[in-house]
Structures are given as C-alpha cells and as structure tokens.
C-alpha cells in the first residue's frame, strides 16, 4: 500500500513539474527570437504567422482559453517602415507601445489602432 502512494506521488509530481515547466515556457507574450524561426535577426510574414499558429494550437491544447485571440495584432502592425520584415527594434517598438497601452485602456473596451476603434 505504501509503494502504491509512494508511486502515484512521484507521478503527480512529475505531472505538475512538467505543467508548470510548460506554463512558465508559454506565458506571456512570445520573444523575438520565438518568432524568428531561422535566426536571421528578421521575422518575416511566414515566421509570424507560424509562430502564432502554433503557439495558439499549444495553449488550446493545454485549455487556455482563446477569448482575445481576435484582438492580436496582425504583422502590419509591427512592420513600421513596411518593408516586408520586422526587425528587433520594430518588434521592440510595438511591444513597448502595447505594454504603455494597457495602463491607460478603458474598462469593457480594447483600444486597437489597427481595428479602427
């Protein structure tokens, strides 16, 4: 009996050591270097959109809800100078505008300048 909750012990704590390792890895917003897949210090449209792709299929997976996934912004929005890549001080440049919105948003309304609202 005792072998018995010493091993199912063991097995909850590898579970809950393996969740948490994978709540750590995917919380919060994606790195540049996450979505610069071939490390060539750009993200281009392809790299950005499998990125999101698969990093929403893994935190679906893992019963995340998506309820804002319609609010991520699209590739244009970071591509400041619209020249087909996002550099580093781009993709810098957006999060640092996102992360200075989010203390000046309205209760029950999302502002996104690329929605038009």
């Known amino acids: 009996m005792k072998r018995r909750y010493t ?3 063991g097995l909850a704590a590898a579970l809950l050591s393996s969740g948490i390792a994978y709540a750590v890895t995917t ?3 994606p790195a540049f270097g996450d979505f610069d897949r071939n490390g060539d ?3 281009s449209q392809q790299e950005f959109d499998q990125t999101r792709t698969d990093r929403q299929a893994q935190r679906a997976a893992a019963g995340y809800p998506m309820r804002h996934a319609r609010y991520a912004p699209p590739y ?3 591509d400041f100078d619209k020249d087909g890549q996002i550099s580093a001080d781009e993709f810098a440049a957006h999060r640092a505008y996102m992360f200075g919105q989010r203390g000046m ?3 029950g ?3 996104c300048p690329w929605l038009n609202n």
Do not use: D, E, H, W
């Open 105 to 107: 948003r309205v209760p």
């Open 76 to 78: 244009a929005a970071f």
């Open 109 to 111: 309304r999302r502002p």
């Open 27 to 29: 919380a919060g917003p």
């Open 41 to 43: 210090g750009t993200i």
């Open 7 to 9: 091993l199912l012990s």
